[in-house]
């Protein structure tokens, strides 16, 4: 018995990643959906392990890890998580894959980046660039667990929520599809 506070479910339906705490350090375990869903280690170390994001081709993980004294962006080979590459240098968060997988976009303090890898023959970081600078500490909403932005198919647009305020208002429109068009 442990906290489990997120899952991510592998592109072919098979597995997922489970964000659990069982000793005090957020770890990773894999549930495989085809055998009852027994649970394994997938990754357990001396660190937290967290915001697992499958490659869409599903061979690889990008998540942050806090083994190096701060969260820093990371991928993984799956389902043996033998392979590893670190992603970020100065800090990084909120992991997610672009949808042809030659992209793993992540957040590092006031700007989003996009690290340029390739996959084959072997995992290798070609470099990173910076696809927005200067956002205020609120722009991307502040989730451990999972990016809080998408990023459009394309790569051309960024979708997050940017607080203003605090103030927060319920609004209903039962209607919404008249509105709309």
């Known amino acids: 018995p442990y906290a489990m506070v997120d899952a ?3 592109p072919n ?6 964000t659990v705490n069982p000793r005090n350090f957020w770890q990773l375990a894999r549930a495989n959906l085809d055998s009852a869903g027994a649970v394994h280690t997938y990754l357990a170390a001396a660190a937290n392990v967290h915001a697992p994001q499958f490659s869409p081709d599903g ?40 949808r042809d997988g030659r992209r793993v976009y992540y957040v590092s303090q ?30 991307f909403a502040d989730t451990y667990f999972f990016p809080g932005y998408q990023v459009s198919a394309d790569g051309s647009r960024i979708l997050t929520i940017v607080p203003d305020r605090n103030d927060y208002q319920l609004v209903i429109s039962p209607n919404w599809i008249t509105e709309l068009r």
Do not use: C, H
Not at 114 to 130: F, K, M, N, S
Not at 132 to 138: E, G, I, K, R
């Open 59 to 98: 061979k690889w993980v990008a998540l942050v890890s806090d083994e190096s004294g701060r969260d820093e962006v990371y991928i993984r080979s799956f389902p043996d998580p033998s392979s590893k590459m670190q992603v970020s240098v100065s800090g990084g968060e909120q992991p997610t894959w672009s």
């Open 8 to 10: 991510t479910l592998a």
């Open 13 to 18: 339906g098979k597995s997922l990643l489970l």
């Open 110 to 139: 006031t700007a989003l980046l996009a690290a340029r890898i390739t996959t084959t023959p072997a995992l290798t970081l070609q470099g990173r660039d910076t696809v927005v600078t200067n956002l205020p500490t609120s722009a």
